[in-house]
Structures are given as C-alpha cells and as structure tokens.
C-alpha cells in the first residue's frame, strides 16, 4: 500500500512517521486490496490546548474511499483513534459484504430444495 503522509504546521519526525506507518501496516492486514492512504497531520495553535492535534486519514479502496478524522491533545492518540475508526469501517464493510453472499446462498439452496420436491 502506498502511504502519502502531508502535515501542516508541524514538523514531522522519525518517530511520528514510524508510528504511522506501523499503524498503516496494521489497517493493510484488515484489507489487502487498499491501494492507498493518504494521511494529514495538523497542529492548530489557535484551539484550546484539549484539542490541538488533528489526524485525518483517507483509505483508497475498491468503491467509495473510507475517511476517518480526530482531534486530541495528543497526536499519537489522534493517529491511534483514526486507525482505530477506519478499522471499523473496514470491518462493517467486509461484514456487509459477507451477508449479501450468504444472502445469496442461502436463496440458490431454498430455490435448489423447492426444485427438488
């Protein structure tokens, strides 16, 4: 998966890109046909100091994209809230799709059943 990481008004060191990239490893596991993420990083000076990080990401995956978004006081929280958030949309997504097809199933084998009696 290719990673595109952007901040603003923040310097990015080894150790937050590390963190990210560990994270992303760990989303890349949930689903393997993501094509990419793109996440920004952003410091507001402006806000009270509760919510001064923001952490969004964009997953790039077959059909709509997945979005997720976090402000905390601290930004490895952000990044673990995001990861934490398109997790589970990627979780709700595999499980939608997992019913649609044993929906499908199981109507071929009550077709299949009522054919044959």
Do not use: W
């Amino acid at each position: 998966m290719k990673l595109i990481l952007s901040t603003h008004n923040l310097t990015l060191t080894k150790s937050i890109e590390e963190h990210v990239v560990k994270r992303i490893e760990k989303l890349d596991h949930f689903d393997k046909r993501a094509v990419d993420a793109r996440v920004t990083l952003e410091h507001d000076h402006t806000r009270v100091p509760e919510k001064q990080f923001s952490c969004s990401m964009r997953l790039a995956v077959r059909g709509p994209d997945l979005f997720a978004e976090d402000r905390e006081s601290d930004l490895y929280a952000a990044i673990d809230r995001v990861t934490k958030k398109i997790e589970q949309q990627i979780r709700k997504r595999h499980s939608k799709v997992k019913a649609h097809k044993h929906k499908d199933a199981a109507k071929l084998k009550n077709a299949k059943r009522e054919a044959g009696v």
